[in-house]
């Protein structure tokens, strides 16, 4: 017996929700383990830079550097999944018209969770986009001692 639409709309916007919701974990969770090795990494090589002649600042730059693609290669299969869902959020809206009332009420919740998260993530993506100018420059200069 072929199953009612409404429960297969139903089934496609629960898995919305729950993309929704992986979406903001990821976020979370890859903030909670990047952040602070950034911060990490871009004080080791601005010390670097600081002192360009003393070869244990730059191999305390060079294992910040280290550990902080370590933590990205660690986060791999998490980051794919991530790309593959981003967006969810805005899917989700486009499905508003078609929710129960618990759908609904979970998608204001993590509407207003993405909200307060908001904050985190602009200081997250200036932190990320520090990181990438500043190691690029510390890699050019690390390649040419």
């Not at 207003?112 to 993506?125: I, K, M, Y």
Request: net charge negative; proline share 4%.
């Amino acid at each position: 017996m072929p199953e009612p639409v409404s429960d297969a709309i139903a089934r496609e916007i629960d898995a919305l929700l729950d993309a929704y919701d992986r979406e903001l974990e990821y976020f979370e969770t890859t903030a909670a383990i990047l952040a602070p090795l950034m911060r990490d990494l871009l004080a080791a090589i601005d010390a670097a830079f600081a002192a360009p002649a003393d070869p244990q600042v730059r191999e305390g730059a060079r294992n910040a550097r280290a550990r902080y693609v370590d933590a990205l290669a660690g986060l791999r299969p998490l980051l794919d999944d991530w790309v593959r869902i981003r967006g969810s959020n805005w899917r989700a809206w486009e499905a508003e018209h078609a929710m129960s009332d618990a759908q609904y009420a979970r998608l204001e919740r993590l509407a207003a969770r993405e909200t307060a998260l908001a904050l985190g993530r602009d200081d997250f993506d200036r932190l990320q986009e520090k990181v990438r100018g500043r190691l690029l420059l510390f890699e050019e200069a690390d390649r040419g001692r």
